[in-house]
Nanobody, 118 residues
Framework: VQLVESGGGLVQAGDSLRLSCVAS????????MAWFRQAPGKEREFVAR????????SYADSVKGRFTTSRDNLKNTLYLTMNNLRPEDTAIYYC????????????WGQGTQVTISS
């Protein structure tokens, strides 16, 4: 499986962005999916995850209420809708895949840069 993120860019605080992650697999619903991010000088951190069916999501406290993750299994695509962006959301955002029920996110995309100006 290969993952390719897109949708990053430079926006102002308070703006919105939607990231996409396309998976090259015919069995996208075999995978739970997640978003992580890494800010300059910081370790990679969890942002959000969604289970294989799309019916269960969880979020880091720092993004809860502002970010929403969703997926379209027919399009093999994962989304992260980010609202009310803050400068501290600036990071490289990665999508990751875990074989269903294993909770081991060991398949990663190359990342997409998100920069929020104040």
């Amino acid at each position: 499986v290969q993952l390719v993120e897109s949708g990053g860019g430079l926006v102002q605080a308070g703006d919105s962005l939607r990231l996409s992650c396309v998976a090259s697999t015919r069995t996208f619903d075999d995978y739970d999916m997640a978003w992580f991010r890494q800010a300059p000088g910081k370790e990679r951190e969890f942002v959000a995850r969604i289970n294989w069916s799309g019916f269960s999501q969880s979020y880091a406290d720092s993004v809860k209420g502002r970010f929403t993750t969703s997926r379209d299994n027919l399009k093999n695509t994962l989304y992260l809708t980010m609202n009310n962006l803050r400068p501290e959301d600036t990071a490289i955002y990665y999508c990751a895949a875990s074989v269903r029920f294993t909770n081991e996110f060991d398949i990663w995309g190359q990342g997409t840069q998100v920069t929020i100006s104040s």
